[in-house]
């Protein structure tokens, strides 16, 4: 699959649901911060309310006037009720009066009051309350005195607030201390056996390693059966492949199978800021697997730690270099009747210790490849037990397009089609849906077209140069859709599909992919006498690809059968320093020059053929142009007169 990019812009470049945390020392849960906050408002209220009710008017109406004002209207037979308070009145008057601002010991000038407060005078006045019974002015009297538990809360509440106060702030410091002092303990994850065990049937597609770990299952069921005969099972598993085949599902799987508990960490959770931490975790993580044996520890992504040492920054003092020599001792120190396996997994075993890899730690490496066509539709069977499928969905077909793709990759094929069904309100998700779901893994994302009818040609043209040169090339994969509708980063696209599983490949074969790639500059030269920034991509890949054929695989005369390695993808060593290059300038500037003149001979090759079918070029094109988007069958259909002469 080639595709046609626009120019490049200055563009700046998810704990496990399945287990519980480990490790942790039971401590008592912290005061929760609703309850200190609760607390807080309650006394508020408490002090906001208490003279208010004691002292104030439950309506908030009363208004104070002076004693002579309330006697007078006692005398006049204005008051309707009052409330003895102590040594306040609190009262209604039968109609308003108006005081003015004199009465009142303000500066307002006159107000009209019906609610009023008073205070009595120090001297007793005795004709007051028989005054009051004589006019019928109803009398009520309250103690002001506040109740016994008020006044305990009162006195005490403060008292009882701090306290609480400088217990939540004590159990916060105590929380963080413990987590300070915790960071030596794992971060391992063991899996539930009250929660649903993964085993060899979700796992598909990989019956290969399935069979090499089920001895693993076996001894884990019946270890006797081998220590009797003096075997010793292999301490260390390693799971190697691509990412995504499925490594971490195996290893759970084995759990599952032997019902043991499981253990399972990333590597990169070892390492942290402190020194020491490290090594401290895995000593943790081996006593306790130990403790639970027969079990399994899992690592995931172990060249994480488990880099070649020696050649970090930091020298024999790196932290994780510590935490490697930690773990090679735990894994070399079992007891022979000890049943605790170590399995880990890693895409990059060319960079790991030799140390890890020697009899008795990791002695037994198991390969997670890419699944073959079979593997493919048994693996999507699985992520498709849960989706209701149309009749019409083929597995079969859709294991044949998906060739290179892996167990993660099938798995958010089948989900892209449910949305894809989702989306158009189906009930059922038909074949379209994962067809739909494929060009969008594929291709990437479908973007509005182009509406600039002159780059719209020449991307056309572009296509239809790959489309053309692959088809009259023999030994190249082929067509099986073109399209001139942006998908993702790329204006158009011809997607090629090899029509079986392919492992090894020929010289032939891999010149005609350069040939290919080279297809849509050299219709831009031939068609339009111009070239563009839109074979970037092409330009990139086959060049890599020529150094390769060169410097890696042997396939140039000037050079020989010698693998020169690569030195821009050699794994790292330490932190930053690359590996050095193992030839002298000589060989590189002959590499470079073997790299161009290979490029070149493709670029000649599809040239010629551009040059010499201009017309079945031009019309792909205009058929791109008018339909967007032509299938392998219209490809042929406009190619047939030139067929014959590329089967010559």
């Given at each position: 699959?080639?595709?046609?990019?626009?120019?490049?812009?200055?563009?700046?470049?998810?704990?496990?649901?399945?287990?519980?945390?480990?490790?942790?020392?039971?401590?008592?849960?912290?005061?929760?911060?609703?309850?200190?906050?609760?607390?807080?408002?309650?006394?508020?209220?408490?002090?906001?309310?208490?003279?208010?009710?004691?002292?104030?008017?439950?309506?908030?109406?009363?208004?104070?006037?002076?004693?002579?004002?309330?006697?007078?209207?006692?005398?006049?037979?204005?008051?309707?009720?009052?409330?003895?308070?102590?040594?306040?009145?609190?009262?209604?008057?039968?109609?308003?009066?108006?005081?003015?601002?004199?009465?009142?010991?303000?500066?307002?000038?006159?107000?009209?009051?019906?609610?009023?407060?008073?205070?009595?005078?120090?001297?007793?006045?005795?004709?007051?309350?028989?005054?009051?019974?004589?006019?019928?002015?109803?009398?009520?009297?309250?103690?002001?005195?506040?109740?016994?538990?008020?006044?305990?809360?009162?006195?005490?509440?403060?008292?009882?607030?701090?306290?609480?106060?400088?217990?939540?702030?004590?159990?916060?410091?105590?929380?963080?201390?413990?987590?300070?002092?915790?960071?030596?303990?794992?971060?391992?994850?063991?899996?539930?056996?009250?929660?649903?065990?993964?085993?060899?049937?979700?796992?598909?597609?990989?019956?290969?390693?399935?069979?090499?770990?089920?001895?693993?299952?076996?001894?884990?069921?019946?270890?006797?059966?081998?220590?009797?005969?003096?075997?010793?099972?292999?301490?260390?598993?390693?799971?190697?492949?691509?990412?995504?085949?499925?490594?971490?599902?195996?290893?759970?799987?084995?759990?599952?199978?032997?019902?043991?508990?499981?253990?399972?960490?990333?590597?990169?959770e070892f390492v942290e800021m402190f020194v020491g931490v490290g090594a401290s975790r895995v000593r943790d993580l081996f006593t306790r697997a130990k403790a639970a044996a027969p079990s399994i520890v899992?690592?995931?992504?172990?060249?994480?730690?488990?880099?070649?040492?020696?050649?970090?920054?930091?020298?024999?003092?790196?932290?994780?270099?510590?935490?490697?020599?930690?773990?090679?001792?735990?894994?070399?120190?079992?007891?022979?009747?000890?049943?605790?396996?170590?399995?880990?997994?890693?895409?990059?075993?060319?960079?790991?210790?030799?140390?890890?890899?020697?009899?008795?730690?990791?002695?037994?490496?198991?390969?997670?490849?890419?699944?073959?066509?079979?593997?493919?539709?048994?693996?999507?069977?699985?992520?498709?037990?849960?989706?209701?499928?149309?009749?019409?969905?083929?597995?079969?077909?859709?294991?044949?397009?998906?060739?290179?793709?892996?167990?993660?990759?099938?798995?958010?094929?089948?989900?892209?089609?449910?949305?894809?069904?989702?989306?158009?309100?189906?009930?059922?998700?038909?074949?379209?849906?994962?067809?739909?779901?494929?060009?969008?893994?594929?291709?990437?994302?479908?973007?509005?077209?182009?509406?600039?009818?002159?780059?719209?040609?020449?991307?056309?043209?572009?296509?239809?140069?790959?489309?053309?040169?692959?088809?009259?090339?023999?030994?190249?994969?082929?067509?099986?859709?073109?399209?001139?509708?942006?998908?993702?980063?790329?204006?158009?696209?011809?997607?090629?599909?090899?029509?079986?599983?392919?492992?090894?490949?020929?010289?032939?074969?891999?010149?005609?992919?350069?040939?290919?790639?080279?297809?849509?500059?050299?219709?831009?030269?031939?068609?339009?006498?111009?070239?563009?920034?839109?074979?970037?991509?092409?330009?990139?890949?086959?060049?890599?690809?020529?150094?390769?054929?060169?410097?890696?695989?042997?396939?140039?005369d000037e050079l020989g059968p010698v693998n020169y390695g690569d030195s821009d993808r050699q794994p790292f060593l330490g932190y930053s320093m690359a590996q050095p290059r193992v030839y002298s300038e000589?060989?590189?500037?002959?590499?470079?020059?073997?790299?161009?003149?290979?490029?070149?001979?493709?670029?000649?090759?599809?040239?010629?053929?551009?040059?010499?079918?201009?017309?079945?070029?031009?019309?792909?094109?205009?058929?791109?142009?008018?339909?967007?988007?032509?299938?392998?069958?219209?490809?042929?259909?406009?190619?047939?007169?030139?067929?014959?002469?590329?089967?010559?």
């Amino acid at each position: 699959m080639s595709n046609m990019q626009k120019p490049p812009k200055n563009t700046p470049p998810e704990r496990d649901p399945n287990g519980d945390p480990q490790g942790q020392q039971p401590m008592r849960p912290p005061i929760p911060n609703w309850v200190v906050i609760a607390l807080l408002v309650g006394f508020g209220v408490l002090f906001l309310t208490r003279i208010p009710s004691i002292v104030g008017d439950p309506a908030g109406a009363a208004i104070e006037v002076p004693y002579s004002t309330f006697r007078a209207q006692v005398d006049a037979n204005n008051v309707q009720r009052v409330e003895m308070r102590g040594s306040q009145i609190v009262g209604r008057l039968r109609n308003e009066i108006t005081i003015t601002g004199a009465d009142l010991g303000s500066g307002t000038a006159r107000r009209t009051v019906l609610f009023f407060s008073t205070i009595l005078p120090p001297i007793e006045d005795r004709e007051l309350l028989p005054k009051l019974n004589a006019n019928g002015v109803t009398v009520v009297a309250n103690d002001p005195s506040p109740s016994t538990l008020l006044l305990l809360l009162l006195n005490w509440g403060p008292l009882i607030l701090i306290g609480l106060l400088l217990f939540w702030s004590f159990s916060r410091a105590r929380q963080q201390q413990s987590g300070i002092f915790n960071f030596g303990q794992t971060r391992a994850r063991r899996y539930n056996e009250e929660k649903p065990q993964i085993t060899f049937v979700d796992v598909a597609g990989e019956d290969a390693a399935k069979a090499e770990l089920t001895e693993m299952v076996d001894f884990l069921k019946d270890p006797d059966k081998y220590i009797r005969l003096g075997a010793r099972i292999p301490r260390g598993v390693l799971l190697i492949g691509p990412p995504g085949t499925g490594k971490t599902l195996l290893a759970k799987a084995v759990a599952g199978e032997a019902k043991v508990p499981f253990f399972s960490l990333s590597a990169s959770e070892f390492v942290e800021m402190f020194v020491g931490v490290g090594a401290s975790r895995v000593r943790d993580l081996f006593t306790r697997a130990k403790a639970a044996a027969p079990s399994i520890v899992f690592i995931d992504e172990i060249d994480a730690v488990g880099r070649q040492r020696g050649a970090g920054l930091g020298g024999g003092n790196d932290e994780r270099e510590q935490t490697l020599n930690q773990l090679l001792v735990e894994m070399d120190g079992f007891d022979a009747r000890e049943t605790v396996i170590v399995m880990a997994a890693t895409n990059r075993p060319d960079v790991l210790d030799p140390a890890l890899l020697r009899p008795g730690r990791f002695d037994r490496q198991v390969t997670v490849d890419l699944p073959d066509r079979a593997g493919r539709e048994a693996i999507l069977k699985v992520h498709t037990r849960d989706i209701p499928l149309s009749h019409d969905v083929r597995l079969d077909i859709l294991a044949g397009a998906t060739i290179g793709f892996s167990g993660a990759d099938l798995a958010n094929l089948a989900n892209e089609a449910a949305l894809s069904a989702a989306r158009n309100g189906r009930e059922r998700v038909i074949q379209r849906d994962f067809e739909l779901a494929l060009d969008r893994i594929i291709l990437g994302s479908e973007r509005p077209p182009l509406s600039n009818e002159h780059e719209r040609r020449t991307v056309a043209i572009h296509e239809a140069g790959h489309a053309l040169v692959a088809a009259l090339t023999p030994e190249a994969d082929p067509v099986i859709k073109v399209t001139i509708v942006p998908r993702g980063r790329a204006l158009g696209v011809t997607q090629s599909m090899p029509s079986d599983d392919r492992r090894n490949y020929t010289k032939e074969y891999l010149f005609a992919r350069l040939v290919v790639l080279m297809g849509g500059r050299s219709a831009e030269e031939v068609v339009l006498s111009q070239i563009t920034s839109g074979a970037e991509n092409d330009l990139r890949v086959a060049t890599r690809l020529a150094r390769d054929m060169v410097a890696q695989l042997g396939m140039n005369d000037e050079l020989g059968p010698v693998n020169y390695g690569d030195s821009d993808r050699q794994p790292f060593l330490g932190y930053s320093m690359a590996q050095p290059r193992v030839y002298s300038e000589e060989t590189a500037s002959l590499i470079d020059r073997e790299t161009k003149r290979l490029v070149e001979q493709a670029h000649n090759r599809a040239r010629q053929l551009c040059r010499e079918n201009r017309h079945l070029l031009e019309a792909l094109a205009d058929a791109l142009m008018t339909h967007e988007i032509i299938d392998q069958q219209q490809v042929m259909d406009i190619l047939k007169p030139a067929l014959p002469i590329a089967g010559d």
